[in-house]
C-alpha cells in the first residue's frame, strides 16, 4: 500500500469515498475544544474538512498527490487558512513531538513493526491532554473464506494500539460498536472498533 497504490486507486474513479465525515470522528470529536490536529491518511479531505469548520487548525496528511489534489480543490475559500493539506509518510516520517491536541486515525493501514517506531511517532504528536480517536473496521465482519487482499493481522487494529499506551494514557473509549453511516459499497462493515484515549503528560 504504497504511494502508487493509492494514487491508482484514488485515480480509479472521480471519487473514492462519500465526501460525508467518518462517524467515528463526528461522534467523538464534537465536543472537544478546537486545536491543532493531526488528520492521518486524509484522502479526499472530508474529515480535515468537518474540523476546519469547527474552528480547529489542521494538518492534513497523505500519501497520495491524487487524493490531496482533491481536497485542496474541495476546500472553500474561508477554510483555506485553516487546512495545510500535507504529502507525506507517516510510516517511515513521524509527525511533530506533542504538536496536537487531536490525532485523528480513521481506517488507516498502519503496518504492524517489533519496534512500534511509526505508532510510536503518532503518539508522541499528542500533546499532553489531547486525544488520540483510532476508529477501524470490525475485523468480524469480513466473511471468513474470501480472499481480502491483505493480512488484517499486519496492520494495527485499535485493541494493539490500547496495549501499547501506557501510564501516561487515560483510555476513555474501547469499543465494538454499530456505524452510523451505511457500509462502503462492496463490503460488509457494520461495525467499527473505536478507541479514544487521553493523553495525561
Known amino acids: 500500500m504504497d ?45 480535515a474538512l468537518w474540523l476546519a469548520r469547527r474552528d480547529w487548525r489542521v494538518t492534513a496528511v497523505d500519501v497520495s498527490s491524487v487524493a490531496l489534489r482533491r481536497a485542496a480543490a474541495a476546500t472553500d475559500a474561508d477554510l483555506a487558512d485553516r487546512v495545510s493539506w500535507a504529502r507525506g509518510d507517516l510510516v517511515g516520517t513521524p509527525p511533530p ?3 496536537f491536541d487531536l490525532v485523528s486515525v480513521q481506517y488507516f493501514p498502519l503496518p504492524q ?8 511517532g503518532l503518539l508522541a504528536a499528542v500533546a499532553p491532554g489531547g486525544t488520540l480517536l483510532v476508529g477501524s473496521h470490525d475485523l468480524a465482519d469480513l466473511p471468513p473464506d474470501r480472499d481480502h487482499g491483505f493480512a488484517p493481522g499486519d496492520y494495527y487494529q485499535p485493541a494493539d494500539i490500547a496495549g501499547c499506551l501506557d501510564g501516561d494514557w487515560a ?3 474501547n469499543e465494538t460498536r ?18 479514544r484515549a487521553r493523553r495525561l503528560r
Do not use: I, M
Not at 513493526?113 to 510510536?120: K, M, N, T, Y
Open 178 to 195: 454499530p456505524r452510523t453511516a451505511p457500509p462502503p459499497a462492496g463490503t460488509h462493515h457494520t461495525h467499527d472498533v473505536v478507541l
Open 3 to 47: 504511494a502508487q497504490f493509492w494514487d491508482d486507486k484514488y485515480g480509479s474513479s472521480e471519487r473514492l469515498f462519500s465526501g460525508d465525515v467518518n462517524g467515528v470522528l463526528a461522534t467523538e470529536a464534537v465536543d472537544l475544544p478546537p486545536g491543532q490536529a493531526l488528520d492521518v491518511g486524509c484522502g479526499e479531505g472530508a474529515d
Open 171 to 173: 483510555v476513555l473509549v
Open 113 to 120: 513493526q517489533p519496534d512500534h517506531a511509526a505508532l510510536r
Open 97 to 99: 513531538e506533542g504538536a
